[in-house]
């Protein structure tokens, strides 16, 4: 009996009759229960990543694998009994069959009354009447020799036919990205959601910017202020709606571009160049309708050093001109921001220009330019933001005592907010008033040496 023969036993109603009827002639052909598969989730595999499929999200209907002695052999994608069956839908499930961490040789789409099989080993879309027409069959049931470039295509075509795809990739990237700064209070970490404080002004011009033709938005503070916060709260909202992606410029081993390469070893070669890469990425973003926006967080903090940043980020934003689609969100101490957007300090470079076109043609370059002229520099917190902060802290803290005087005013510098939350939490001890009483404590001392070597010396 061929694959192609499944037998109409009784009317499909709906795609749950077509599961069942495909189990049960899976079951004729003498699979056991074990080796049909019916999850809603599985694994493939892009590049380094193994990525998650859950068809409620990607939009996958890959609903059965069909395995043997653990070894996958086929994927069945059910469609609703009314969709025309299309290459797209074949696409998808062979794509799918090769992502595996082991490959299934065989791809199977159908709607309940037309039903396609498909050689996943074969170059291209190749549809087979039986198994025995297929490569795996003819090599002995065996998988051997299979060249990289499948997953490879795979990828693109994935991408290609399903966009979601590419966004749950992003998803995964980014929560890879946000592990070494993303906690609770008890891990300490630099961002915890839970007392996060949304910026006003900092969000609003985030947001015009968004629908802004303008490529970089930039956000400088002195450490402790809330940059890598913001940048961390920014990406996880805009995931929702564009396709992201989240650098710490402090863990780059060979810079951004190198970076980004690595993450998509699956839809890139590595000597693919800068403006290749983002040839693909604005397509993908272009075709559905979304922004690619990069979040680069401490280019301060880049271990090859300051210079080497700015040149690969000048480099960036000269190509990235003729890509509306992709955006880069930095973020910069003040110490270093005006040799990053200035040459020698004496006129803006390409980098501040493209931040603030407006200083692109200035009246004269004569005198030292004023870099607090280009991105957001976010200051302290405004009276509502500290209403707000000083809400969540005493809630999160178990903070002790109300804050007033000269301890209120300190508490608008969100680090020095973050110092007395960690001393005073818990409750064990009221929180005092004055600076001198906070200050002379050994308790806040340790507290505070903690925090500067987690905030300034390990990163």
């Known amino acids: 009996m061929s694959l192609k023969d499944i037998p109409a036993q009784f009317e499909i109603d709906s795609e749950e009759d077509l599961r069942a009827m495909v189990c049960s002639y899976c079951s004729e052909l003498g699979f056991d229960r074990e080796e049909i598969s019916c999850e809603d989730y599985f694994s493939i595999t892009l590049g380094h990543t193994s990525l998650p499929i859950d068809k409620k999200i990607v939009g996958g209907r890959s609903d059965i694998l069909i395995s043997r002695n653990r070894i996958p052999l086929a994927i069945i994608e059910t469609k609703a009994p009314r969709h025309d069956l299309t290459d797209d839908d074949a696409k998808q499930a062979v794509s799918y069959a090769r992502l595996l961490s082991t490959i299934a040789p065989l ?8 039903t396609r099989v498909y050689d996943v080993l074969a170059n291209g879309l190749t549809q087979i009447d039986n198994p025995q027409e297929s490569h795996w069959s003819k090599n002995g049931q065996q998988i051997s020799g299979i060249d990289d470039e499948l997953r490879y295509e795979a990828a693109k075509l994935l991408v290609a036919v399903n966009p979601n795809t590419l966004r749950q990739f992003c ?5 890879t990205g946000l592990i070494d700064l993303k906690s609770d209070i008890e891990q300490n970490k630099k961002y915890n959601p839970k007392v996060y404080v949304e910026r006003n002004s900092l969000s609003t011009k985030f947001t015009e910017w968004l629908g802004s033709e303008l490529l970089v938005f930039a956000v400088i503070a002195p450490s402790g202020y809330g940059k890598t916060n913001f940048m961390c709260a920014k990406v996880e909202e805009a995931i929702s709606s564009h396709f992201t992606l989240f650098y710490s410029a402090g863990r780059f081993t060979d810079g951004l571009m190198s970076s980004i390469r690595n993450d998509f070893i699956w839809e890139f070669h590595r000597n693919k160049e800068t403006v290749q890469i983002f040839d693909r990425l604005d397509a993908l973003s272009k075709n559905v309708g979304m922004k690619l926006l990069i979040f ?15 040149n690969e980020l000048l480099d960036v934003v000269a190509k990235i001109r003729q890509y509306p689609n992709i955006k880069i969100i930095l973020s910069c101490k003040s110490f270093d921001w005006l040799y990053v957007v200035t040459d020698s300090n004496q006129s803006f470079n390409l980098l501040g220009e493209t931040i603030e076109p407006s200083l692109s043609r200035p009246a004269k370059r004569s005198i030292t330019p004023d870099a607090e002229k280009v991105g957001f520099h976010l200051m302290k917190f405004t009276n509502e933001e500290l209403d707000q902060a000083l809400a969540k802290y005493k809630t999160a803290y178990s903070i002790d005592g109300d804050f007033s005087g000269e301890i209120l005013e300190e508490s608008r510098n969100p680090l020095m907010l973050r110092f007395i939350a960690e001393i005073y939490g818990g409750g064990g001890e009221k929180l005092p008033t004055s600076i001198s009483s906070l200050v002379s ?6 507290a505070i040496k903690k925090q500067v070597e987690y905030w300034f010396c390990t990163e």
């Not at 791809?107 to 037309?114: D, L, R």
């Not at 998803?171 to 929560?175: D, G, K, N, S």
């Not at 401490?298 to 300051?306: F, H, L, R």
Request: proline content about 3%; cysteine-free.
């Open 107 to 114: 791809a199977i789409v159908t709607n309940g009354t037309e």
């Open 171 to 175: 998803r995964q990237q980014v929560a």
């Open 296 to 310: 680069i967080d401490a280019i301060d903090e880049n271990p090859s050093g300051i210079k080497a940043i700015k």
């Open 441 to 446: 404590g050994a308790k806040l001392r340790k």
